[in-house]
């Protein structure tokens, strides 16, 4: 076991998980707003924006991950 890969692994991870948690909060917040009657063109700005962002990918994370676990 890897203890340094486990580690190197798991902030990759933390950081990975960090940044789909604040794209789950701009959706919400995004549909909230719509909800509220915002202005429509910034709110299909914001859509615009946040669909055009990268998906959520833990794959290569989680092969590091792995890897350590095996070392």
């Not at 995004?30 to 202005?39: C, F, H, I, S, V």
């Not at 669909?51 to 990918?57: A, F």
């Amino acid at each position: 076991m890897d203890i340094e890969g486990l580690i190197a692994a798991a902030k990759k991870i933390d950081a990975i998980a960090s940044k789909h948690e604040a794209r789950s909060k701009a959706w919400q917040q995004l549909a909230r707003d719509a909800k509220a009657g915002l202005d429509r063109d910034e709110i299909e700005r914001r859509k615009r924006e946040l669909e055009t962002g990268q998906v959520t990918d833990y794959g290569t994370a989680i092969d590091e991950l792995r890897a350590a676990l095996h070392g």
